[in-house]
């Protein structure tokens, strides 16, 4: 099988890699024909070009693989090669969630495979999991740590008593934060990965904008100290839930109770539980992020195409409800007063702790609060 890259950068040169160096029979069926860089500085061997035509008009390219990152041109890029009866794998889950209903419909009508393991949970097979669980049973619920920068940045506040902005810059520094950092920080990235998740788990697409979304980005010390004497860790968690007509999907920092499993996931690593109803609670683990744990995930989805067993996803328009699930809230805020009628216990001169009230109602308070510097976290202790 012949493959197209689209970008050399931290996950297309672990692709390369794994693919040059024909480890396994499998991967001895596949061969990178074509490479596209950017910048003719970057071009370091013959298959690399500047011209995505080169790719687009190589009828021997069966699979495109797009590991650019953005927006445009990869949406392009990709449509004009389904269109063309090539194959897609992409680790773009920005892109994917943004034209996620164009690109199945386009899948569908040139019958091609669109692949995406890479876009959650880096090399943990979290997309392959929920395909196998579907289809069997009902998926319920998913939850879990799926953002590695972030859950880095919470590690080290709960080991020191370091700033939020320190740990952001040493994050930057190894690596793990891009230089600008909000999609991470504000959630953005969990949300596209609940997304992804929940297109996939229940066979439904909403807008991304639905999905209520709270980051890290006010996180203080004060905040840790709570949750610490809580005996509890905070971590961000995306949450998605099938309920009978409808579904809640959330970004939300947690307190959660340090014996449950998902504080003991510490620095850059995901884990993300799947419940179903014959399987239960499952958990899966692992690097969900880095070079080659990615491209793993990459090369999985092309050994897929190559064995002729990819999945097809359906979807109609779900409804989000966020009304439903009801949860005691953390909130540290300027403008406390905006929370008067749901305050439960206060905390300090800006922090309380809310009574049991709906997500859907404490959201609408912190949009009324209008607090840039607000931060909030679900207690579940
Ligand atoms: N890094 C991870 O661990 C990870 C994990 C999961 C998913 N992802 C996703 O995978 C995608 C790629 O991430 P990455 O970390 O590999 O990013 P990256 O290191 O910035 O690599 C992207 C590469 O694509 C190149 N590129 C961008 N536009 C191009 C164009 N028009 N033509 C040719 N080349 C182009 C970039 O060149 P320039 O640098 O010259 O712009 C860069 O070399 C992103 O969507 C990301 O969210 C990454």
Same mark, same amino acid.
């Given at each position: 099988?012949?493959?197209?890259? /689209?970008?050399?950068?931290?996950?297309? !040169?672990?692709?390369?890699?794994? @693919?040059?160096?024909?480890?396994?029979?499998?991967?001895?069926?596949?061969?990178?024909?074509?490479?596209?860089? $950017?910048?003719?500085?970057? @071009?370091?061997?013959?298959?690399?070009? /500047?011209?995505?035509?080169?790719?687009?008009?190589?009828?021997?390219?069966?699979?495109?693989?797009?590991?650019?990152?953005?927006?445009?041109?990869?949406?392009?890029?990709?449509?004009?090669?389904?269109?063309?009866? $090539?194959?897609?794998?992409?680790?773009?889950?920005?892109?994917?969630?943004?034209?996620?209903?164009?690109?199945?419909?386009?899948? $569908?009508?040139?019958?091609?495979?669109?692949?995406?393991?890479?876009?959650?949970?880096?090399?943990?097979?979290?997309?392959?999991?929920?395909?196998?669980?579907?289809?069997?049973?009902?998926?319920?619920?998913?939850?879990?740590?799926?953002?590695?920068?972030?859950?880095?940045?919470?590690?080290?506040?709960?080991?020191?008593?370091?700033?939020?902005?320190?740990?952001?810059?040493?994050? =930057?520094?190894?690596?793990?934060?891009?230089?600008?950092?909000?999609?991470?920080?504000?959630?953005? #990235? %969990?949300?596209?990965?609940?997304? @992804? !998740?929940?297109?996939?788990?229940?066979?439904?697409?909403?807008?991304?904008?639905?999905?209520?979304?709270? *980051?890290?980005?006010?996180?203080?010390?004060?905040?840790?100290?709570?949750?610490?004497?809580?005996?509890?860790?905070?971590?961000? /968690?995306?949450?998605?839930?099938?309920?009978?007509?409808?579904?809640?999907?959330?970004?939300?920092?947690?307190?959660?109770?340090?014996?449950?499993?998902?504080? =003991?996931?510490?620095?850059?690593?995901?884990?993300?539980?799947?419940?179903?109803?014959?399987?239960?609670?499952?958990?899966?683990?692992?690097?969900? %992020?880095?070079?080659?744990?990615?491209?793993?995930?990459?090369?999985? #989805?092309?050994?897929?195409?190559?064995?002729?067993?990819?999945?097809?996803?359906?979807?109609?328009? *779900?409804?989000?409800?966020?009304?439903?699930?009801? *949860?005691?809230?953390?909130?540290?805020?300027?403008?406390?007063?905006?929370?008067?009628? @749901?305050?439960?216990?206060?905390?300090?001169?800006? %922090?309380?702790?809310? $009574?049991?009230?709906?997500?859907?109602?404490?959201?609408?308070?912190?949009?009324? %609060?209008?607090?840039?510097? /607000?931060?909030?976290?679900?207690?579940?202790?």
């Amino acid at each position: 099988m012949k493959i197209g890259l /689209l970008g050399h950068g931290v996950v297309g !040169s672990g692709v390369r890699q794994i @693919i040059d160096t024909q480890l396994t029979s499998d991967i001895k069926k596949l061969e990178i024909k074509k490479i596209l860089v $950017k910048d003719e500085s970057e @071009i370091t061997d013959d298959r690399m070009t /500047l011209q995505y035509e080169d790719i687009l008009n190589d009828d021997e390219i069966d699979v495109v693989v797009e590991c650019m990152g953005g927006l445009e041109p990869a949406h392009t890029f990709i449509t004009d090669a389904m269109k063309k009866g $090539k194959h897609i794998v992409t680790s773009n889950k920005k892109m994917f969630a943004t034209y996620y209903t164009e690109i199945m419909d386009l899948a $569908k009508e040139n019958n091609v495979a669109v692949m995406y393991e890479a876009t959650c949970g880096g090399g943990i097979a979290w997309i392959d999991a929920l395909n196998r669980t579907k289809k069997v049973d009902n998926i319920l619920e998913i939850s879990g740590i799926f953002n590695g920068t972030t859950n880095y940045i919470l590690t080290k506040m709960h080991e020191s008593d370091v700033a939020f902005r320190d740990v952001l810059k040493d994050a =930057q520094n190894l690596g793990y934060a891009e230089a600008d950092p909000s999609d991470d920080i504000d959630g953005l #990235d %969990a949300r596209y990965k609940i997304a @992804i !998740s929940s297109y996939t788990a229940f066979n439904q697409h909403f807008p991304i904008e639905n999905v209520i979304c709270y *980051g890290i980005r006010n996180l203080q010390q004060q905040d840790v100290e709570y949750a610490k004497k809580l005996n509890a860790t905070i971590k961000l /968690l995306a949450t998605a839930r099938k309920n009978e007509n409808s579904l809640e999907e959330y970004v939300m920092p947690n307190m959660i109770s340090n014996n449950q499993m998902l504080a =003991q996931v510490s620095n850059n690593f995901n884990a993300i539980t799947c419940e179903s109803n014959t399987l239960g609670s499952a958990l899966y683990y692992g690097q969900g %992020a880095g070079s080659l744990p990615t491209a793993h995930a990459v090369v999985q #989805d092309i050994l897929i195409i190559e064995n002729g067993n990819p999945s097809t996803n359906t979807y109609e328009e *779900g409804i989000i409800d966020n009304q439903i699930h009801r *949860g005691k809230y953390y909130v540290r805020t300027k403008r406390p007063i905006v929370f008067k009628d @749901i305050i439960e216990e206060e905390i300090s001169e800006d %922090a309380f702790l809310t $009574k049991e009230v709906s997500l859907f109602e404490i959201h609408l308070a912190c949009v009324t %609060a209008s607090d840039d510097s /607000l931060f909030i976290a679900e207690v579940n202790v």
